[in-house]
């Protein structure tokens, strides 16, 4: 079987264009735009790409961004009083403090200082409890993409046998409540897991979000198998001093076997910004008490 490949970049441009229209709609109606805050502390490379990515789509998609750029050695004193100022700050509807902070400050006590309805990337305990016990809350944005690709190929995910390597806070423990939430018989696996191949060979659907490139091999997957692969993993190129993205998942071999997969780069990673922007824009809506389809989105 030669697998389909599921777009997300394409996914994530339709979604983005729908958040555009809708936000246009939100700025006629509230009288101002919606707002996303971005705290950077240091002077990570890596953040500060995905920092300049997530001010670029903002503004793109209509929406007001606020940057907020804090030395290395900040204070958590400083960095706390920052996010109790967003919280107060009627133009934030979303606030998201990039990750991760330099080791002196206590990122658990800087996420559980944002206010939960402007918790956008759905990190606060009360997002994630509201995830657990099925409330309304926000809902991390990379497993929500997933959620959102998977919904778009397969339909109906009820009785299919989901398996998500991995247990972080941010994907896996996410990803694997939403997949029960569609009513998946659902296998989280982890790196004490035993046998993972015989474990993926069960699974309708795989989700891999490991951080190593290429672990998950073509031969594990049951014949048709639906793979989304969230790694993303810089490793040495063919050309000499050049690099390359590659997934958790083998994609040349897993495309033998599987029904459909996501492509890395071009896969999940455009669905997380997206997602970022149809949280900000929700909270938004909710904040003002505005009518919003939230399953238009
Ligand atoms: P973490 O490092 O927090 O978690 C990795 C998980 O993989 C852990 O639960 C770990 O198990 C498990 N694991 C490690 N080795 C093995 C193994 N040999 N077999 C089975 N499981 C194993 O990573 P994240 O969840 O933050 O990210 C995962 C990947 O997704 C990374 O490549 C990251 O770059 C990417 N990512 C992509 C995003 C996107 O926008 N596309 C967004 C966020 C992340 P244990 O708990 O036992 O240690």
New binding site residues.
């Given amino acids: 079987m030669t697998a389909v490949i599921i777009d997300g970049k394409g996914f994530a441009e339709r979604l983005r264009g729908r958040i555009g229209t809708l936000a246009a709609q939100f700025e006629e109606q509230a009288g101002r735009k919606a707002g996303l805050a971005v705290v950077l502390v240091g002077e990570d490379p890596a953040s500060q790409v995905y920092v300049r990515g997530k001010h670029r789509a903002t503004v793109g998609a209509g929406m007001e961004s606020f940057e907020h750029r804090l030395a290395a050695d900040t204070s958590q004193a400083d960095l706390l009083a920052l996010v109790e100022r967003l919280n107060a700050d009627d133009a934030v509807d979303g606030i998201l403090v990039q990750l991760p902070l330099p080791d002196h400050l206590d990122e658990q006590a800087v996420i559980a200082a944002i206010a939960p309805e402007k918790d956008v990337d759905g990190f606060h305990v009360i997002n994630a409890g509201r995830l657990a016990t099925g409330g309304t809350g926000f809902v991390p944005?990379?497993p929500y993409?997933c959620i959102m690709l998977l919904r778009d190929r397969l339909g109906d995910l009820s009785g299919m046998d989901a398996v998500v390597?991995?247990?972080?806070?941010?994907?896996?423990k996410p990803m694997a409540q939403l997949l029960l939430g569609e009513n998946c018989t659902v296998t989280i696996?982890?790196?004490?897991?035993k046998d993972?191949p015989a474990v993926v060979g069960r699974a309708d659907i795989v989700v891999?979000?490991?951080?190593?490139p290429e672990?998950v091999k073509g031969e594990w997957l049951k014949d048709g198998a639906t793979v989304i692969d969230?790694?993303?993993?810089r490793v040495a190129a063919s050309e000499e001093g050049k690099t390359r993205l590659v997934?958790?998942v083998d994609f040349g071999g897993a495309s033998e076997r599987a029904g459909a997969i996501t492509p890395?780069p071009g896969?999940?990673?455009p669905?997380?910004?997206a997602v970022l922007l149809r949280n900000t824009l929700v909270s938004a809506f909710r904040r003002e008490g505005l009518e919003l389809d939230e399953s238009a989105l």
Avoid at 189 to 193: C, G, L, Q
């Fill in positions: 944005c990379t993409g390597i991995g247990r972080s806070n941010i994907v896996g696996a982890h790196s004490r897991t993972l891999a979000a490991v951080g190593r672990m969230v790694g993303i993993n997934g958790d890395v896969g999940v990673g669905m997380t910004i």
